[in-house]
């Protein structure tokens, strides 16, 4: 499973604050339909953006559990939280997608949002996930097929190189919605939601989503075998596209509910 060091987490700040993923964080949300009062564990928390929106959503008497393998992830995320004074109902620990240090039947629901791509034994994450669950909770999973990935560039063969080595170096698993639902069944639970949105983009912000992926998509490139002058060229290509009309970007994500 990834680790993000301080220059990563700085990064995930960025694009986790773009207007993109805010908005993918409301429409996650409105699925867990998470309630007051409900306990709930977050999975690979990042920097706590999700896990503070969904403490809102179940105080005053309810509380989340945030966990992520990177402490420099639980330091940013616990910075967060006292700024948004929610440490009494959030608490964030490191902590193992596939060793919950959780009892059994703990939480109402568990969420894992774009988080278990990373993790390298995804059936065992997904039996501990099952195992904190509470009878008739609910585990939502998030996460992308970067397949469905598009960008607009002068050279499409290239473009497509460069987001399967994205997918090669940066996921276990850069499929996973395809196996969400063998896996949930192999661990006990039901299927009872499924459903997919898309990212759009149509103009160049250098402060989207996908102008804020282009680093790490071209630092994967590079450690996946694409020349220097390759991946030069195609990032030269996306950040001149500045006039109306050059600009696409397309990914698809997907949601899946499953109940125990």
């Given at each position: 499973m990834l680790t993000y060091d301080a220059k990563a987490v700085a990064r995930l700040?960025?694009?986790?604050?773009?207007?993109?993923?805010?908005?993918?964080?409301?429409?996650?949300?409105?699925?867990?339909s998470a309630r007051p009062g409900e306990f709930g564990l977050d999975v690979g928390c990042g920097v706590a953006y999700l896990a503070c929106e969904l403490a809102k959503e179940v105080a005053p008497r309810g509380r989340i559990a945030a966990i992520d393998r990177s402490g420099e992830a639980v330091r940013a995320s616990k910075v967060r939280v006292a700024k948004e004074e929610l440490d009494g109902i959030i608490d964030v620990r490191l902590g193992d997608a596939t060793k919950l240090e959780f009892p059994d039947e703990t939480f109402d629901f568990v969420v894992g949002a774009q988080v278990y791509c990373y993790v390298s034994?995804?059936?065992?994450?997904?039996?501990?996930?099952?195992?904190?669950?509470?009878?008739g909770g609910r585990l939502v999973v998030l996460d992308s097929d970067w397949d469905m990935c598009v960008w607009a560039s002068k050279d499409p063969s290239l473009t497509?190189?460069?987001?399967?080595?994205?997918?090669?170096?940066?996921?276990?698993?850069?499929?996973?919605?395809?196996?969400?639902?063998?896996?949930v069944r192999a661990a006990g639970m039901a299927l009872s939601d499924a459903q997919s949105f898309s990212i759009i983009?149509?103009?160049?912000?250098?402060?989207?989503?996908?102008?804020?992926?282009?680093?790490?998509?071209?630092?994967?490139?590079?450690?996946h075998g694409i020349s220097p002058e390759e991946v030069g060229r195609w990032a030269e290509d996306l950040r001149s596209?500045?006039?109306?009309?050059e600009w696409f970007f397309?990914?698809?994500?997907?949601?899946?509910?499953a109940t125990k």
């Open positions: 700040e960025k694009i986790y604050s773009t207007r993109q993923i805010v908005d993918q964080r409301r429409r996650f949300r409105g699925i867990v034994d995804v059936a065992r994450a997904i039996r501990e996930a099952a195992r904190v669950l509470r009878k497509r190189r460069v987001i399967a080595a994205r997918g090669a170096a940066q996921f276990a698993h850069a499929h996973l919605p395809r196996e969400v639902h063998a896996l983009e149509t103009r160049y912000d250098p402060d989207s989503y996908s102008v804020g992926i282009i680093p790490s998509t071209c630092e994967a490139a590079l450690k596209r500045t006039t109306q009309g397309c990914l698809n994500r997907f949601v899946f509910t």
